[in-house]
C-alpha cells in the first residue's frame, strides 16, 4: 500500500511483536497521542492492512509434539475436485492450514498431531481418503524460528 507513511510502518511493526498493546502504550512507543494512535489503527484496519488479531496457541503444550508440512497432489482436475477437496480437508481438526499452491503439489498443509502414530492415523484415515487425493509427500517439522517480515 503506498499510502503507508514511517510511523505508520513503525506501529505495524510494534504490532506484529506484540498485538495486545494498547493504543496509549503504543503511541507512547511512538511518540504520539492515545487517539492519534488508535485513528492511524482503525484506518489501517479500514484499508484492510491489519486483517484482525489471532491468539496464538502452543500447540506442544497441548499435547500436539508432531508438526508435518504435507504436499498433496490431486489425482483428478477441475473445478468441483478443488472445491471438495477443499471443503473435506478444512473439516479436519488436525490440519491448520491449508495453501492452494502451484508448483509441484496441488496444495500444502499444515498439519499437527499428538505424535508420529497419531500422524499416522490422521494421514491413513482422513487425509487419504479425502476426495482427489492423489501423491503426498511429508516433511516432519524439527524446529521452527519466527523470522521478521518486510517490516522489521
Same mark, same amino acid.
Do not use: C, N, W
Given at each position: 500500500m503506498a499510502g503507508l507513511d514511517e510511523v505508520d510502518r513503525r506501529l505495524l511493526a510494534l504490532l506484529v511483536e506484540d498485538a495486545d498493546r494498547s493504543a496509549s502504550v503504543l503511541g507512547r512507543m511512538l511518540g504520539l497521542s492515545q487517539p492519534a494512535t488508535w485513528r492511524r489503527i482503525r484506518r489501517l484496519e479500514e484499508v484492510g492492512v491489519i486483517q484482525g488479531r489471532r491468539l +496464538?496457541? =502452543?500447540? %506442544?503444550?497441548?499435547? #500436539?509434539?508432531?508438526? $508435518? #508440512?504435507?504436499? $498433496?497432489?490431486?489425482?483428478t482436475?477441475?473445478?468441483?475436485?478443488? +472445491? =471438495?477437496? %477443499?471443503?473435506? $480437508?478444512?473439516?479436519?481438526? %488436525?490440519?491448520?492450514?491449508?495453501?492452494? $499452491?502451484?508448483?509441484?503439489?496441488?496444495?500444502?498443509?499444515?498439519?499437527?498431531?499428538? =505424535?508420529?502414530?497419531?500422524? +499416522?492415523?490422521?494421514?491413513?484415515?482422513?487425509?487419504?481418503?479425502?476426495p482427489g487425493v492423489g501423491n503426498v509427500e511429508a516433511n516432519v517439522m524439527l524446529s521452527e524460528e519466527r523470522r521478521p517480515g518486510p517490516l522489521g
Open positions: +496464538e496457541l =502452543d500447540a %506442544e503444550r497441548l499435547g #500436539f509434539g508432531v508438526t $508435518v #508440512f504435507l504436499g $498433496v497432489k490431486l489425482a482436475k477441475g473445478r468441483v475436485s478443488l +472445491e =471438495d477437496f %477443499e471443503r473435506a $480437508v478444512t473439516a479436519i481438526p %488436525e490440519v491448520q492450514t491449508v495453501q492452494h $499452491v502451484l508448483g509441484l503439489y496441488d496444495y500444502r498443509l499444515r498439519v499437527i498431531a499428538r =505424535d508420529l502414530a497419531d500422524f +499416522e492415523r490422521v494421514l491413513r484415515r482422513r487425509i487419504m481418503t479425502l
